[in-house]
């Protein structure tokens, strides 16, 4: 997570209004969206996820429009220590985006968490051009969780959480293995 932290200190104001990998967001769609993530995730880690609200990217939106790189840190510090209350791992984790009364052990809502910002702050590192590496650990982690994410027609639905798989051609790293198996081309960069 703290890459994706150092990739969004980098972001700036002219930014936000950039297209990224996700397919109809701009930067600062995409950052409110890993805002509110952050904060979902930390709630639902303390027993408070049902509430949809606290999943809103309407609620951060403001506050990443003015400070980027505050609000996001902010909200990571927040998931962060969630996260590493004790117990968190056994806890149930309500997770009202993938239906209603949806709830998964945290063992298992930590992994969906931490793919998503490996493969996020990918896309906002390729946003604005910049680097993005992770130690092998952490990529071989994320992906054999990513690996695990079912392909199919599922995928093609207006609300789902990826896209399609990409084919990849030749040799590529283990990163773009991940992001290809969640929808994203490896060779996406930004338009001016």
């Known amino acids: 997570m703290s890459a994706s932290v150092d990739v969004v200190n980098t972001v700036a104001p002219d930014d936000l209004a950039r297209s990224t990998p996700c397919a109809g967001w701009r930067l600062i769609d995409l950052l409110a969206h890993m805002t509110v993530q952050h904060h979902g995730f930390a709630a639902a880690a303390r027993g408070g996820g049902a509430d949809l609200e606290v999943w809103n990217p309407a609620t951060v939106t403001d506050a990443v429009t003015a400070d ?12 962060l220590a969630a996260f590493a209350a ?16 949806a709830s998964f052990p945290g063992a298992i809502a930590t992994g969906f968490h931490f793919v998503d910002y ?18 092998d650990d952490v990529v071989a982690a994320a992906l054999t969780i990513a690996l695990a994410v079912p392909d199919g027609e599922i995928r093609a639905a207006d609300d ?32 001016a």
């Open 118 to 135: 490996v493969v996020h702050g990918w896309d906002v590192a390729r946003t604005i051009g910049a680097g993005f590496e992770l130690p």
């Open 160 to 191: 789902a959480p990826f896209g399609p798989a990409i084919a990849t051609n030749g040799a590529v790293s283990d990163l773009d293995r991940i992001v290809a198996h969640l929808g994203r081309s490896p060779e996406w960069t930004a338009t």
């Open 68 to 79: 980027p790189a505050g609000a996001y840190a902010a909200a990571a510090e927040d998931v």
């Open 86 to 101: 004790d117990g968190v791992l056994e806890a149930a984790f309500a997770l009202p985006e993938f239906g209603p009364g």
